[in-house]
């Protein structure tokens, strides 16, 4: 199995323009998850998806951020417009979760954003 | 709400000699208890899970943690390091009431001294 795909691994990007960050879970896993990773605060959870329904996205910053997963295996997530202070590491993860528990989550490599 | 706390932002050790990660959790439910692995420019890793049953689990690549209710802990723990655990750790909880959730703590950076 190929892991969690996620892309690109790095983008470079100027203020005010579209960034969308792109995730292919491992087949079979029912559950993904968009963290954000900084020095100053560290891992936080975005949104996560079950079945491709989102299921919570109070970790959302704002409305410049949006996350779609039209089915089991891709979602994005979208900053628009990307501002200096959205420069982070994006990770994507999957997990294949039975009666509402989290076993086991699988993390792609990254995708590291820079917003100048 | 839950917090999941890693007192040790750094911690050096030397290769050969033990190493202990401490974290705390804020919670009144039993909760779920992971430790996860980063190396430099990789995704996390999952080295242990705790659900339930002995409180003491063993993971990958030689590590282990103790789940301490009384104390509100899951320290982890590796009898004899390499220089290849050097790595972020991170400590993050789960309950069931919060679905599939998770939180993190805020990372221990393990550096390994020759």
């Known amino acids: 199995d190929a892991g969690v795909i996620q892309s690109p691994r790095h983008e470079v990007t100027e203020m005010g323009q579209e960034v969308t960050l792109r995730c292919k879970p491992i087949?079979?896993?029912?559950?993904l998850f968009w963290y954000r990773q900084t020095m100053m605060r560290g891992l936080e959870l975005l949104i996560y998806?079950?079945?491709?329904?989102?299921?919570?996205d109070s970790g959302m910053p704002e409305d410049r951020f949006s996350a779609k997963m039209p089915n089991a295996s891709f979602s994005t997530l979208k900053i628009q417009p990307s501002e200096p202070r959205d420069s982070a590491v994006y990770f994507c993860?999957?997990?294949?979760?039975?009666?509402?528990?989290?076993?086991?989550?699988?993390f792609g490599s990254g995708t590291q954003l820079s917003v100048l | 709400a839950q917090s999941v706390t890693q007192p040790d932002i750094h911690i050096t050790v030397s290769e050969g000699a033990s190493l202990e990660l401490r974290c705390n959790y804020s919670?009144?439910?039993?909760?779920?208890l992971f430790w996860y692995v980063q190396s430099p420019g990789q995704g996390l890793q999952l080295l242990l899970k705790?659900?339930?049953?002995?409180?003491l689990v063993q993971g990958i690549k030689g590590f282990e943690a103790e789940f301490k209710r009384s104390q509100s802990s899951f320290n982890l723990r590796k009898p004899s390091v390499h220089w290849s655990d050097a790595a972020e750790y991170f400590c993050?909880?789960?309950?069931?009431?919060?679905?599939?959730?998770?939180?993190f703590g805020g990372g221990t950076r393990v550096l390994v001294k020759p």
């Open positions: 993860a999957s997990s294949f979760s039975e009666l509402g528990v989290n076993e086991k989550l699988f």
């Open positions: 087949s079979g896993h029912n559950s």
């Open positions: 998806f079950n079945n491709n329904v989102p299921i919570d």
């Open positions: 919670y009144g439910a039993t909760p779920y």
């Open positions: 705790y659900f339930s049953g002995d409180t």
């Open positions: 993050a909880v789960g309950f069931k009431a919060a679905g599939n959730k998770l939180t």
